[in-house]
């Protein structure tokens, strides 16, 4: 048993000699895709927080919108219904006396225009 074991602790000693010009190295390749890999991690930890906070920023500004367009459709909505004929000739308006219509023929684009009396 101990012949194997002096034959191992000299196969260490071989290779630790061999190595020994290389440990280094490879030592501080290690430490700098260590320290790289720590950099990169932080930084996409960085950019995913600021990802989640431009999203409720942007949720938010969702939500305001939302109730903005839907207190212009409330609004728009209220003045259209008080509006009456006798309304609009207390206003000013007045029948008119010539309607015109455009058309659109087909797929080709072109329009016409034309008069109904």
């Not at 030592?27 to 950099?39: H, K, N």
């Not at 431009?54 to 209220?78: C, D, F, I, P, V």
């Amino acid at each position: 048993m101990k012949r194997i074991t002096n034959q191992l602790e000299r196969g260490v000693e071989q290779v630790a000699v061999v190595y020994q010009p290389y440990l280094n190295r490879a030592l501080i390749f290690l430490v700098v895709v260590l320290t790289v890999s720590v950099f990169l991690y932080c930084a996409f930890l960085l950019e995913a927080v600021a990802n989640a906070a431009a999203k409720t920023t942007a949720e938010r500004n969702t939500e305001a919108l939302t109730e903005q367009l839907s207190s212009l459709e409330n609004q728009y909505l209220a003045l259209t219904q008080s509006l009456t004929p006798e309304r609009a000739k207390a206003l000013g308006l007045v029948t008119p006396t010539e309607v015109a219509s455009v058309y659109a023929h087909g797929e080709s684009g072109s329009l016409s225009f034309g008069q109904i009396k």
